[in-house]
């Protein structure tokens, strides 16, 4: 065999198994393994990082999403059974972070007059809900933005980049944001 052979079959050695991945993962997308998050991604992420609301009992506007994750839910009317539902297991799995909750807060964004468990909740930190605000948690041609009735994740950076149902069970927020902590740089 000549070395001119020997160098095409070191080549296709090397660079075949690069080819075949290369191709197998752009043109045969029903093949691909499945993600590993629980919630759905918000593709392209909302930046919330400018967004001015209002603290409870505060006067002045803050921008709230910046530093930390933040769990965000909405209660622009009311918060029923299914938002005091969210709101308990939230919490629970905010307990089960053990030394990583202190880089994850709880924010509930409500109406101006909306009740909502206060003595159940006081690491729970509330802000009053205007349209402005609203407006960036709903778009009709992406379910996961679907205003009230979706639980939200925002990153360390202010970007709305994930999303549950109301109905999400516990595991699904914990096995995100476990994977999330445990892989992010911020904290």
């Known amino acids: 065999m000549n070395k001119r052979i020997k160098l095409y ?42 967004l001015k609301i209002h603290e409870r009992g505060a006067v002045e506007s803050i921008a709230p999403f910046e530093g930390d994750w933040f769990v965000v839910l909405l209660a622009p009317r009311e918060c029923d059974e299914t938002c005091e539902r969210a709101l308990y297991l939230t919490r629970q799995v905010w307990m089960r972070l053990n030394k990583d909750a202190d880089r994850v807060q709880r924010i509930l964004l409500t109406g101006q007059d909306t009740e ?3 003595n159940e909740h006081r690491d729970l930190r509330v802000f009053e809900l205007d349209r402005n605000a609203l407006a960036r948690f709903t778009d009709a041609q992406r379910p996961e933005l679907a205003g009230a009735t979706r639980l939200y994740l925002v990153d360390p950076q202010g ?29």
């Open 116 to 118: 909502y468990p206060a």
């Open 9 to 50: 079959i070191l080549l296709a050695l090397f660079f075949g198994p690069l080819a075949v991945a290369w191709i197998w993962f752009f043109y045969f997308e029903d093949v691909r393994p499945a993600t590993v998050n629980k919630g759905d991604l918000v593709a392209p992420v909302v930046s919330l990082a400018d």
């Open 159 to 187: 970007n709305l980049m994930m999303s549950y149902p109301l109905d999400f069970t516990p595991e699904m927020l914990n096995d995100d944001l476990k994977r999330l902590l445990k892989y992010s740089d911020a904290g």
